[in-house]
């Protein structure tokens, strides 16, 4: 009758034997990098393992960079690894620093052998579904959307990323709480995660609340970058979070990555309503596709009642979703409505997705319903990249 054995880094050594390098490198193994989210032996990390016949051990371990602002986390996680090994008395960790040529192999490795600057998402093939979340006009809540869809995603167990390209409007790093800073290994950005989500923006490079005074050249090169040296592993959904109206920025999306399909976010009132139609039009000279529409601040659900106030009116979005149908020949759906909260609103302040911190909520629970649907393409796609007949449509 078989039985279950422990892995050979846990098994009961002899009092007094010292652990092996095979037990502690395994245990290495387990540690991933908390920026490139890979094993720090696949990185070629690991400097040395030393072993002494107490049982104590040594590990070198080379960062990427000598200003790695993640060092601590690092020597945490690689002392706790090692610590489980059986025999390990204690561990030391020494950290050093990669020398150019080691920097170069990492990036070249984690590019695929690709050259330089190609944009991962834009290759033949590629599994990410990249959706440019667009609007007719500020104010209608775009970026919180956004962003409550990427971290509802993440929670759902998709790999997601967020560019904000909203060059001049930036506003995502503060709403999904990523307040952490990028690392640059040679020419690769490795982005800092929040919630789960990666992300990059200008304003992660920019000193305080300073202005982006740019012409159009100088931000598609900035949406070039975050799009092709940003490491972003391999995600299932990226999504792209557009400046009003049909600028520099949604032609640049259209040219660097064509196979972008366009989300357009709109307000129920017919002045919103008639300039997101024209946003999403653009589809039509890029040939783009449009996934479809999402009404925000679609009524507030009157606090002493059931009934709810159509503050804005009542239906924009479905009036979007017919024009761009007829538009463009093609079905666009409406995805669903959110409601005015203040949950949202205060989430969005203070870094925190009400799909996390309030999912049941009005609010939360229309953000993970089109959340779900936009999660269930991503799926799909990947399912039919090993002959999989995708569940989930629309």
């Not at 049982?55 to 990427?64: D, K, N, R």
């Not at 909260?341 to 089109?370: F, H, M, Q, W, Y």
């Amino acid at each position: 009758m078989a039985t279950d054995t422990p892995p050979d880094s846990l098994r009961e050594v002899p009092p007094g034997s010292a652990p092996s390098e095979d037990a502690v490198r395994a245990a290495l193994a387990t540690v991933n990098d908390p920026e490139i989210h890979r094993p720090i032996t696949d990185l070629g990390m690991v400097k040395s393992v030393d072993i002494a016949s107490d049982g104590s051990v040594g590990v070198g371990i080379y960062l990427t960079v000598s200003g790695c602002p993640l060092r601590e986390t690092i020597t945490r996680e690689v002392t706790s690894a090692v610590s489980k090994v059986a025999g390990v008395t204690s561990v030391a960790v020494e950290l050093d620093v990669m020398s150019d040529e080691q920097r170069r192999e990492l990036t070249t490795s984690l590019r695929g052998g690709q050259a330089e600057r190609e944009i991962p998402f834009a290759r033949p093939g590629s599994l990410t579904r990249v959706y440019a979340v667009a609007s007719g006009k500020g104010g209608v809540g775009k970026s919180s959307v956004t962003v409550n869809i990427a971290a509802a995603m993440a929670a759902d167990g998709l790999k997601v990323g967020v560019v904000d390209a909203d060059i001049y409007g930036h506003s995502v790093p503060r709403m999904l709480g990523a307040d952490g800073r990028p690392t640059q290994v040679e020419n690769m950005i490795m982005p800092p995660s929040a919630n789960g989500v990666k992300v990059i923006s200008i304003g992660m490079f920019t000193p305080g609340n300073a202005p982006v005074v740019w012409r159009g050249p100088m931000l598609h090169r900035a949406l070039q970058q975050f799009l092709a040296d940003v490491y972003w592993g391999d995600l299932d959904v990226l999504l792209l979070d557009l400046p009003p109206g049909t600028g520099d920025i949604a032609i640049s999306v259209a040219q660097l990555v064509p196979n972008a399909e366009i989300l357009v976010v709109t307000t129920p009132q017919q002045a919103a309503a008639e300039v997101a139609e024209r946003a999403g039009t653009i589809a039509v000279q890029t040939h783009q596709k449009i996934v479809g529409v999402i009404e925000n601040m679609s009524g507030l659900p009157c606090p002493h009642c059931d009934e709810m106030v159509d503050v804005f009116g009542t239906g924009g979005g479905q009036r979007v979703a017919e024009g761009l149908t007829r538009t463009t020949g093609a079905s666009v759906p409406v995805l669903g409505a959110i409601p005015i909260d203040v949950r949202l609103r205060e989430g969005s302040d203070e870094g925190k997705p009400v799909v996390l911190t309030d999912p049941d909520s009005p609010a939360g629970a229309a953000l993970r319903s089109i959340a779900g649907k936009l999660g269930g393409r991503a799926r799909g796609l990947a399912g039919l990249s090993l002959g999989i007949t995708p569940r989930n449509k629309f």
